[in-house]
Each structure stands twice: as C-alpha cells, then as structure tokens.
C-alpha cells in the first residue's frame, strides 16, 4: 500500500481538548480514528481517548497483516470501546459515565470501510468531487433527511450539536456501517470532528484538498476552522489520507512494503496538555493512561 496521510488536532477556543485521533497501519491494512469527547460530560477526553486507543490495540493484534472483515471489526470494537468506557466509569466511581462520538475507518484491498456514532464525519472525495459522507446522529440531521428543515437551517439549529447517539452510557450505540467503497488514486478520505465540518462546508473541504498537497491542505483547513471559531470555537481535530502515489511528495510518502508481516505503525495524539491548560504532572498522566489499559484489557478479556 502507498498512501499519503496527516493527523492534526488544535484546543480552538476551548479550556481543554477532548479530541482525540490517531491511525496505525501494517503491511495490508490502515485504520483511522477520530473521537470527540462530548462536551458537558465528565472526562469527555477519557472517553475518547478509549475510544481510540480501543480501536487501535485491537487493530495492532488482529491485523497480522490484514483483518479478516474489516466492517465486522469495526462493529465489534466500537461497541468494546463503549463497554471499556462504562468499566472505567465503574472502577473510577465516577457521578457520570463521560461520552464520545467517533468515526473510524479501515482500507484494505484498495477499498475503504467506514462506521461511525454520533456527528464526526468522514468525507470521500475524488478528483475534487464528493463521493461519500457519513450522517450525523442527531435529532437536527434527522429533521433534515425528513425534509422538514433544510441543511441551512440545521446549521443554525439551538439542538444542531446534541448527539442522539454516542459511546458511554446505559444504552449500547448503534453503530452504523457503510456500504464498502472502492478507492482510486488520489482519493481523499477525510475524518473530521464537528470543529471542522461546523465551520468548513463541503465544496470548501473539497477544494482545498483538490489545490493543496494534503500537509498543506490539513494545515489550511485546520487555520479556516480555527479562524472562524473564534474565541469561542470548539475542538477542531482530523486526520487525512490520500490514496495511491498521484499528487503525493516523496518526502510524504507512506510504503507499507517494508513493513515486515507482523509489524504495525500507530500515531495517537497526544495526552499531554495543551498550551495554557493547567499543569499535570507526568505522574498523572501516566496514572490515567494505565487505568485506560486497565478498562480496554477487562473488556479483552471478555
């Protein structure tokens, strides 16, 4: 496999970022995640951070070097992810189990498979054109698929950011899976929180992955989302990926041939704070980090 791919996540306007993206690969198989901590939840960033360190475990071990069923292991993990978040909770005696969305979404055989829950999205894009994109779980996007409101509309929306389905809590999420999709060089995948797509429309998304290389691509869409957030804007976190060798700078390029059969590659953002987030010590993270293993290994367990 020859790709192309960025991660970027910002605090926007934001005390703290509760996003959290990452990708892995092996020799015939590359996963993406993105997760958004809900706002108004406790530990928001916990649960995201579950949610993809879940997803990517999983991926390193079962990956050896391609899945079996990509969407099969996209079901079954998310749906792990969101017991591991309630196990946490438990274990934590926490008031409120916190709460996530997330879209993830594997490429294997030159196809891509996707699912998600909640309203982070995945874009597909082709020679500037898009091709797919996931539905947003909320009472808002429903409203608009009924044709009751028109998408303008949604944007301005009071209830537009309330999510009617999510990871944690008392009921298991549904998670939805897309039909497969071939890809073709130089077809982007894009997965995105609601920081970006809020303030970045689609035919915006598409043109300037279509005019940029994809690094300054990610780094011009990330600047516009930020921009028109403002002081008050949300968390704004993607990761990026362009398929095949078209468009795409050697210095950029991703061979997954010299991996060996086994070996697996991962990229997750990180816990660390952001700048002008109160100070953690490093024995608190690491503490945070152990109990999130802890949740995910129970859950493997099972």
Same mark, same amino acid.
């Given at each position: 496999?020859?790709?192309?791919?960025?991660?970027?996540?910002?605090?926007?306007?934001?005390?703290?970022?509760?996003?959290?993206?990452?990708?892995?690969?092996?020799?015939?198989?590359?996963?993406?995640?993105?997760?958004?901590?809900?706002?108004?939840?406790?530990?928001?960033?916990?649960?995201?951070?579950?949610?993809?360190?879940?997803?990517?475990?999983?991926?390193?071990?079962?990956?050896?070097?391609?899945?079996?069923?990509?969407?099969?292991?996209?079901?079954?993990?998310?749906?792990?992810?969101?017991?591991?978040?309630?196990?946490?909770?438990?274990?934590?005696?926490?008031?409120?189990?916190?709460?996530?969305?997330?879209?993830?979404?594997?490429?294997?055989?030159?196809?891509?498979?996707?699912?998600?829950?909640?309203?982070?999205?995945?874009?597909?894009?082709?020679?500037?054109?898009?091709?797919?994109?996931?539905?947003?779980?909320?009472?808002?996007?429903? $409203? &608009?698929? *009924?044709?009751? =409101?028109?998408?303008?509309? +949604?944007?301005?929306?009071?209830?537009?950011? /309330?999510? !009617? %389905?999510?990871?944690?809590?008392?009921?298991?999420?549904?998670?939805?899976?897309?039909?497969?999709?071939?890809?073709?060089?130089?077809?982007?995948?894009?997965?995105?929180?609601?920081?970006?797509?809020?303030?970045?429309?689609?035919?915006?998304?598409?043109?300037?992955?279509?005019?940029?290389?994809?690094?300054?691509?990610?780094?011009?869409?990330?600047?516009?989302?930020?921009?028109?957030?403002?002081?008050?804007?949300?968390?704004?976190?993607?990761?990026?990926?362009?398929?095949?060798?078209?468009?795409?700078?050697?210095?950029?390029?991703?061979?997954?041939?010299?991996?060996?059969?086994?070996?697996?590659?991962?990229?997750?953002?990180?816990?660390?704070?952001?700048?002008?987030?109160? $100070? &953690?010590? *490093?024995?608190? =993270?690491?503490?945070?980090? +152990?109990?999130?293993?802890?949740?995910?290994? /129970?859950? !493997? %367990?099972?």
């Amino acid at each position: 496999m020859k790709f192309t791919i960025f991660q970027a996540s910002r605090q926007g306007g934001r005390k703290n970022n509760e996003d959290r993206v990452a990708y892995s690969y092996s020799r015939d198989a590359l996963l993406m995640v993105v997760a958004d901590g809900m706002g108004g939840h406790l530990h928001g960033e916990i649960a995201a951070q579950i949610a993809v360190q879940t997803l990517t475990d999983y991926f390193q071990k079962l990956s050896q070097p391609r899945l079996a069923d990509p969407l099969a292991f996209l079901s079954d993990t998310i749906t792990r992810a969101h017991y591991a978040i309630n196990d946490y909770a438990v274990e934590q005696d926490l008031l409120e189990i916190p709460h996530t969305t997330v879209v993830a979404a594997i490429v294997q055989d030159n196809t891509a498979y996707w699912a998600h829950v909640g309203d982070s999205r995945l874009y597909l894009f082709s020679d500037g054109s898009l091709i797919a994109r996931t539905e947003d779980h909320t009472a808002v996007a429903q $409203l &608009v698929r *009924d044709g009751l =409101i028109t998408e303008e509309e +949604a944007g301005h929306h009071p209830e537009r950011n /309330k999510v !009617s %389905n999510c990871l944690g809590g008392y009921v298991v999420p549904q998670v939805e899976c897309a039909t497969p999709m071939p890809l073709h060089d130089a077809d982007t995948l894009l997965l995105c929180t609601d920081g970006i797509w809020g303030m970045v429309n689609a035919p915006e998304l598409s043109a300037l992955l279509h005019a940029y290389s994809l690094e300054d691509a990610v780094r011009h869409l990330m600047d516009h989302a930020e921009f028109r957030g403002g002081e008050h804007g949300d968390n704004l976190s993607l990761v990026a990926m362009t398929w095949g060798e078209a468009r795409m700078p050697s210095k950029d390029a991703i061979s997954t041939l010299a991996l060996p059969s086994g070996g697996v590659t991962t990229q997750i953002n990180s816990m660390r704070p952001m700048p002008g987030m109160p $100070l &953690v010590s *490093d024995d608190e =993270i690491e503490r945070a980090i +152990a109990e999130i293993q802890q949740a995910i290994q /129970k859950i !493997s %367990n099972k």
